[in-house]
């Protein structure tokens, strides 16, 4: 709860200096406050919307079946192994859920750590040993423990509220230096065209700043993973996540980013990549002292 309230001081912070901009370049007579509600309503009330609503919609795009009471011996080790690996990490046990990919891949949703979801995919339990799947769920549990669902969810507000201001903001800017001294109040085309342009070109940063923190949470929930389960299984999953050819992220593409793999790609793509390569990931583990 603390972190939200943080985030959502940031938030307004920023709206505060924002207004200030909007006010310096006169922008605020034409725009007045609605462009910052609608700002704070889009940028940051569709994030946290998200956030809200992931388990449910986890569950249904995704097929995710529910373990309420284990019915054979695997569902029964994998309960208590999410049950064991909470315990130690300080948080609720989360749903346990098991989906239909074909691809090895496992992730975590929910709004706060305590309130969440863990569910691995049919394709992880065919391609994994137990020791494999224990050191996934491990890394899972670890993005629950370290609130990483609701920081991306924090962040991507947070940018998502500065992207549509501040291309606003370029528009009015562009849009009155573009009109000069015909300049008679309110807003020409200019500034729909130049704001759409700015829009787009500062979502495209924005999106980078997302994935770089999504690829360093991977990092660190890799290390959880191997506190949880051992450096030595840790390292085994994701190697074995390596002898899979290409692999894929998830179906629903908001869940991409919560996943144990995806689909790195190469050149500018790794810019936008929610995962770091594989052969990383592994030489951080086998460098580090767990």
């Keep these: 709860m603390l972190r939200v309230l943080l985030f959502v001081a940031t938030n307004f912070a920023i709206l505060t200096v924002l207004w200030i901009v909007l006010s310096i370049t006169g922008l605020s007579a034409q725009t007045g406050p609605g462009l910052l509600i609608m700002a704070l309503v889009f940028g940051f009330g569709g994030s946290m919307i998200s956030l809200f609503m992931s388990k449910w919609l986890a569950k249904r795009s995704m097929g995710v079946q529910i373990i309420e009471q284990p019915q054979t011996p695997f569902e029964q080790w994998l309960f ?48 994994m040993n137990r020791d494999e799947v224990e050191a996934v769920v491990g890394h899972e549990i670890s993005h629950v423990a370290n609130g990483d669902m609701v920081t991306l969810a924090l962040i991507q507000g947070v940018l998502n509220t500065f992207v549509i201001v501040l291309a606003r903001v370029i528009g009015g800017i562009v849009d009155s230096a573009m009109r000069g001294n015909n300049d008679q109040g309110g807003v020409g085309i200019g500034y729909f065209v130049v704001s759409i342009i700015a829009e787009i070109v500062l979502g495209f940063l924005a999106s980078i700043i997302v994935m770089w923190f999504s690829r360093y949470r991977e990092f660190r929930a890799d290390a959880g993973g191997a506190k949880l389960a051992g450096r030595e299984q840790m390292i085994a999953a994701l190697r074995a996540l390596q002898r899979v050819h290409e692999p894929q992220d998830l179906p629903a593409g908001e869940f991409a980013a919560f996943g144990i793999s995806g689909n790195i790609g190469d050149g500018l793509k790794k810019l936008f990549a929610s995962h770091p390569p594989l052969e990383e990931r592994i030489a951080a583990l086998e460098a580090a002292r767990v």
């Design 80 to 127: 208590e192994v999410v049950r064991r690996q909470s315990e130690l990490s300080g948080i609720r046990m989360p749903e346990v859920g098991i989906f239909d990919q074909p691809d090895p891949n496992a992730f975590a949703t929910g709004w706060n750590r305590n309130d969440a979801l863990v569910a691995v995919s049919t394709g992880l339990l065919q391609h």
